[in-house]
T-cell receptor, first 117, second 111 residues
């Protein structure tokens, strides 16, 4: 499809397992963002890529969280040694513009819902 | 850090009435704001945006008002329809160029 695609849509992990969440942005989009959305809350910024460069990772909650976008297209968010508090929906968004452009609508995927038991 | 908050967490309106959703932001340096709609199980969807050099912008059935003096945003939806039922977020672009989202307002349209 033409939108942002995320997989898996649902992931159940046992505490301590590693998980990898994938994001396929809209083709040609320069910017890619990862957000974490806890139940009943707004999305919280995790990290931002401009092409393959990770320009901002200030929102990553700990060093267990790692994101990459090696070829400037698909991105993977990896969470190591998952904890129950990591349970949330992880949203990926892309934009044709660099962050800071005059206008910067984000196109969101439907998210990956992670449940850590 | 920035914070974006909403005055009312829930709002119920009759179908056909106008809806007003409010949002307060704290960073006076924020230069760009977006309203998003999020339906259950889906990602946020863009509704309308406004730059800090404007105080009003209109779209189809929606209007965003920005009051920089009191750091307040509002989203007005005209002739609210059942399909408008969703959670609405305002987001501000902070100094680091990432967007900060508020908690959201859940809008329920009563047929």
């Amino acid at each position: 499809g033409a939108g942002v695609s995320q997989s898996p849509r649902y992931k159940v992990a046992k505490r301590g397992q590693d998980v990898a969440l994938r994001c396929d942005p809209i083709s040609g989009h320069v910017s890619l963002f990862w957000y974490q959305q806890a139940l009943g809350q707004g999305p919280e910024f995790l990290t931002y890529f401009q092409n393959e460069a990770q320009l901002d990772k200030s929102g990553l909650p700990s060093d267990r969280f790692f994101a990459e976008r090696p070829e400037g297209s698909v991105s993977t968010l990896k969470i190591q040694r998952t904890e129950r508090g990591d349970s949330a929906v992880y949203l990926c968004a892309s934009s044709p513009e660099p962050a800071g452009a005059a206008t910067g609508e984000l196109f969101f995927g439907e998210g990956s819902r992670l449940t850590v038991l | 850090g920035e914070s974006v908050g909403l005055h009312l967490p829930t709002l119920s309106v009759q179908e056909g009435d106008n809806s007003i959703i409010n949002c307060a932001y704290s960073n006076s340096a924020s230069d760009y704001f977006i309203w998003y709609k999020q339906e259950s199980g889906k990602g946020p969807q863009f509704i309308i945006d406004i730059r800090s050099n404007m105080d009003k912008r209109q779209g189809q059935r929606v209007t965003v008002l920005l009051n920089k003096t009191v750091k307040h945003l509002s989203l007005q939806i005209a002739a609210t329809q059942p399909g408008d039922s969703a959670v609405y977020f305002c987001a501000e672009r902070g100094s680091g160029n990432q967007f900060y989202f508020g908690t959201g307002t859940s809008l329920t349209v009563i047929p």
